[in-house]
Structures are given as structure tokens and as C-alpha cells.
């Protein structure tokens, strides 16, 4: 009996320093919920697929930069967050503005759900949406071979970069965290 009290107290403070790690990550986030929601609503994608890839790319840290030219939330390319101020006639957009966290959210929705409908002929179109996100689109149709086509599971295998493989598969498991967590009334 008294060899299991110290595993249960490992157990005990196991739970505990998880549910700090969540909880300080949840901080972060509540303050940009508003806007991530918003963004999520008019683009048409899951606000906590978006709340997964903000996570992933900055930690919800606005200022974020990328060693590519990504800014923000999302980390939006200039290029990307250009399609989404061309789609909403803003001519006078420039990159710097997706700084601004309700922004750079609306930009990154956008292209996450444009990419998201570029995949939906397979069975599940969010992990060739994030791979397009991560490595870009001619990537994706590299992998996007045999069985791949078509099954989600086969094209995360075939994903030639270990940082993208590893990307889509983290912002899939912290998506799938949040979903549960939401059905325990954690969101």
C-alpha cells in the first residue's frame, strides 16, 4: 500500500502541472476569443481550428514575427493576408496592419477556410489545408499521391518535410484538446 502513494502523488502532481500548462495557455488566449470567433463565423472554419493555429504559430502572442515574413496571430504572409484585403476591396491595406490581432485573425480565417474548400474533395480537407498553410501548395500537391489523394491519414504519411508533418499533426491534436475540453465546458 505504501509503494503506491508515491506514484498517486506523481499522478496527483502530473494533473496538476497540466492543468497550470492549459490554464496559462487559456490566459493568453481569452483575450483574443472575441476576435477569433468573429473571423472564424465569416470565414465559415471551426473558431477552435483557428484558436489551434493561432496557437501554433505565435503561442497568441500579436507581434509575433516569422523568419519569412509572417506576422501576427496567424502569422499571415503578405501574400496570403493580400488575397483576403483583395477579396474586401481594401486598397489601401498593407501588411503591418495584420498586426492588429482583429485583423490579422479575419486575414488568416480567410485563407485557412479558402484552403480548407481547396481540399474538400478527401475525407477530411484540414490536414492538406494545413500543410498548404505550413509549406505551401505545390508541397501539398507533391504529396497529395496514390492513396493520399483522397485519405487524410495516408497524406500526413507522405508529408515530406518532418517540421510540416509535425506541424499539421500539433495543431490537430491541440484542435481535437480544444473540442474536448469544450464538451467539459472548459472554452
Known amino acids: ?24 495557455d487559456e490566459w493568453r488566449a481569452r483575450q483574443f476569443i472575441p476576435q477569433i470567433n468573429s473571423a472564424s463565423r465569416q470565414a465559415g472554419v471551426d473558431p477552435l481550428l483557428v484558436r489551434a493555429v493561432v496557437w501554433r504559430e505565435s503561442r497568441f502572442h500579436p507581434e509575433a514575427r516569422g523568419s519569412h515574413g509572417e506576422i501576427g496571430l496567424m502569422q499571415i504572409q503578405e501574400i496570403a493576408a493580400q488575397q483576403w484585403a483583395d477579396a474586401r476591396h481594401n486598397s489601401d491595406f498593407q501588411h503591418e496592419h495584420c498586426l492588429d490581432p482583429s485583423t490579422n ?19 477530411n480537407p484540414v ?14 500537391l507533391k504529396w497529395k499521391t496514390g492513396e493520399a489523394s483522397t485519405n487524410s491519414l495516408a497524406f500526413i504519411d507522405h508529408i515530406g518535410f518532418r517540421s510540416t508533418q ?15 475540453l469544450g464538451r467539459l465546458g472548459w472554452s
Open 127 to 140: 490536414p492538406y489545408a494545413l500543410a498548404d498553410y505550413n509549406a505551401g501548395r505545390g508541397n501539398v
Open 1 to 24: 500500500m505504501k509503494r503506491c502513494r508515491p506514484i498517486f502523488i506523481l499522478s496527483l502532481l502530473g494533473v496538476a502541472l497540466t492543468t497550470l500548462w492549459l490554464a496559462r
Open 166 to 180: 509535425s506541424y499539421v499533426k500539433s495543431v490537430m491534436r491541440r484542435h481535437a484538446l480544444y473540442r474536448w
Open 105 to 123: 485573425t479575419l486575414a488568416g480565417a480567410y485563407y485557412l477556410g479558402r484552403l480548407i474548400k481547396r481540399y474538400a474533395a478527401g475525407d
